[in-house]
């Protein structure tokens, strides 16, 4: 499937942004998702993922309380609050037609499509 990220930009330390993934093609509602996140110089990090029906969803410790994810029937979202400089990244939507629980999530490898990015700079 084809994904398109929406939603990045500059915003101050401690603000939001709400990021937006739309996926083409008939079968989204069957995949994993997931949001990436890669800096300049740095390895991409795993951000947030959800499972295909959306009832679990799995982030990393760091994360937890900051960062929501979420879908619908035609989206996937980021909800990203209290953000701080190191923040700031190029993010990524990715799916997997068949990671189906938490252990796979954390890793690029599980992903077949990614979308181009959509860049996030927190910046004062």
């Known amino acids: 499937i084809q994904l398109v990220e929406s939603g990045g930009g500059l915003v101050q330390p401690g603000g939001s942004l709400r990021l937006s993934c739309a996926p083409s093609g008939p079968t989204f509602s069957s995949y994993a998702m997931a949001w990436f996140r890669q800096a300049p110089g740095k390895e991409r990090e795993f951000v947030a993922g959800?499972?295909?029906?959306?009832?679990d969803s799995y982030y990393p410790n760091s994360r937890k309380g900051r960062f929501t994810i979420s879908r619908n029937k035609d989206q996937v979202y980021l909800q990203m609050n209290s953000l701080t400089p190191e923040d700031t990244a190029l993010y990524y939507c990715?799916?997997?037609?068949?990671?189906?629980?938490?252990?796979?999530?954390?890793?690029?490898?599980?992903?077949?499509?990614w979308g181009q990015g959509t860049q996030v700079t927190v910046s004062s």
């Open positions: 959800i499972s295909w029906s959306g009832d």
């Open positions: 990715a799916a997997s037609p068949s990671c189906y629980s938490g252990r796979c999530a954390p890793f690029p490898s599980s992903y077949d499509s």
